[in-house]
């Protein structure tokens, strides 16, 4: 049974001039590794965003929920950013 499947696809020409410079300079051998390598990329960031939402987000909602008394107004948050702004400069 076949592993992969052909399939025909349209990209705007800065896309597919970058693309086929990746090809000619020798850093894939074929438009489709640089199309697999950039799928790759795009999988991995969503299971990045996947796991921050279930490991990070998802607590600290529930955490709020439980305990709403750990929020902070927004007048709060722009104090503390203001403050953190003015460190750095």
């Given at each position: 049974m076949r592993t992969t499947q052909q399939m025909s696809i349209?990209?705007?020409?800065d896309m597919a001039d970058a693309v086929k410079a990746k090809v000619r300079s020798g850093?894939?051998?074929s438009e489709s590794e640089?199309?697999?390598?950039?799928l790759r990329a795009l999988m991995?960031?969503?299971?990045a965003v996947e796991n921050?939402?279930?490991?990070?987000?998802?607590?600290?909602?529930?955490a709020l929920k439980a305990d709403p008394s750990r929020a902070v107004s927004v007048d709060q948050v722009r104090a503390r950013l203001a403050a953190e702004h003015a460190k750095t400069r």
């Open positions: 349209t990209l705007p020409n850093e894939y051998a640089v199309i697999r390598d950039g991995a960031r969503d299971r921050w939402l279930y490991n990070q987000v998802g607590p600290a909602y529930d």
